[in-house]
């Protein structure tokens, strides 16, 4: 179908429209993910035929998989190696962004003995970006759409760590922030959003009640000018996760994994790595073969888990009662499509409660030297869940996905971590306590 032009009464086409020519790489146009119609690139993020969600669609490289491989490795340490293949312009690493990515693979081979598996089990450990969570990857090329199409403030919805990515990407490419999240977060998330200068207003509700606000304010006069990077600019912002399956498949030395456990949210995350793997076959940067998603969720707000195992296609509100708050949203958005990967794939969608996701925080901890939030608890438990249920074969390639820092959520783990004793400073008392070996 032929690429339309978009006219949006929102008065965000303003800022749209003194950008000029939007230069965003190999992106070219906005594809509806139920239809297929397809649109002018711009910030917008729903279909206006069928009000399906909107997916970036690109002009992808010609160039043979070894040339592109050799651009690729040419490139910087952090996502835009991959800007070929991102919704970004050409010269974006001399851009002011906080360049995230590349961030480890752990090997975790103590993990592997501990849950048996003997296939290769690898943690791709996030909490290593600039502010310590995945969320970096989206916001940086949210920034760049919010470049393209003149915005002056960049806002979100955020169940915390999306807040503080945004306010330390706002403040270094010198952007006006302003941010939304539930007023119950950890205090971690929230004196980590507040630092980087921006405006944080808590909403209160829960996420699903910030996000609506969100929305709301899109369509008011108050909005003009604001980026949301969830919302209307969010086509683009779901295209950094993707990056995560391209760091995934280069650090195995251009391999797929034959199973993937992905923390699921609104399930943004788990969708795009799905199509990140399927660009890198289309490409011919990796071999094709099976391979499986699993999602992981918390018992405390599981809508997608629920109704994976009810056999259900439609995704059924939850009200959330969870440690998990990065992964409290009861209305994911994206919940259908993390039904059908799972499902296409041969995989699952579970959850565990808030005892197993500490159990699970304690367990990677312990075996591999990673302090992970309490999405990355969730992930770990579910892994080891599957694995007793006989859904994840230990035999395969594994990669489970650490999100975030459990720096960001020490009140989950506090109630039962501290000294092992308290003695006084004497070699006896040492001794007495049980502890000299």
Known sequence: ???????????????????????????????????????????????????????????????????????????????????????????VASKPNINPGFTKLVKADNLARELGVTG??????????????????????????????????????????????????????????????????????????AIYGGELVGIEGNYDDVNRFCSELIGDPLGEGWGFVNVNLRPYYGEGSKTLAYEICEQLGWELPDQLVIPVASGSQLTKIDK????????GLVEEKPYKIFGAQAEG?????????????????????????????????????????????????EDVDDEQVVDAIKLLARTEGIFAETAGGVTVGVTRKLIEAGLLDPALTTVVLNTGDGLKTLDAVAPTTGPTATIPPSLDAFRAAGLAR
Not at 276 to 283: D, Q, R, T
Not at 308 to 314: L, M, T, W
Not at 324 to 349: E, F, H, M, Q, W
Request: glycine share 10%; net charge negative; with cysteine.
């Open 276 to 283: 990140g793997l399927k660009e890198l076959i289309a490409l």
């Open 120 to 193: 290769g089990l690898y943690v791709k450990d996030d909490s290593g970006n600039p502010t310590h969570s995945f969320k970096d990857r989206v916001v940086a090329i949210a920034v760049e759409a919010a470049r393209a199409f003149g915005f002056t403030t960049l806002s979100c919805s955020s169940t915390g760590n999306l807040a503080g990515a945004v306010g330390a990407a706002a403040a270094r490419a010198g952007f006006r922030s302003c941010v939304f999240i539930p007023h119950d977060l950890e205090q971690g998330k929230v004196v980590m959003a």
């Open 301 to 349: 707000c599981s809508p997608v888990s629920v109704a994976f195992k009810a056999g259900h296609d439609v995704v059924r509100p939850q009200k959330p009662n969870t440690i998990a708050k990065s992964l409290a949203i009861g209305n994911p958005a994206d919940g259908p499509y993390v039904l059908d990967i799972a499902r296409r794939t041969g995989g699952a969608v």
């Open 1 to 91: 179908m032929a690429v339309q032009t978009v006219h949006n009464s929102s008065n965000n086409d303003a800022a749209a429209s003194d950008a000029g020519i939007v230069d965003l790489g190999p992106a070219a146009a906005l594809s509806c993910r139920e239809c297929g119609e397809r649109f002018e690139l711009g910030p917008i993020f729903a279909c206006q035929s069928c009000f399906g969600p909107l997916e970036v669609a690109y002009d992808l490289p010609t160039d043979s998989p070894e040339e592109l491989k050799k651009r690729i490795a040419a490139g910087p340490d952090n996502i835009w190696r991959y800007a070929p293949l991102l919704p970004v312009p050409a010269d």
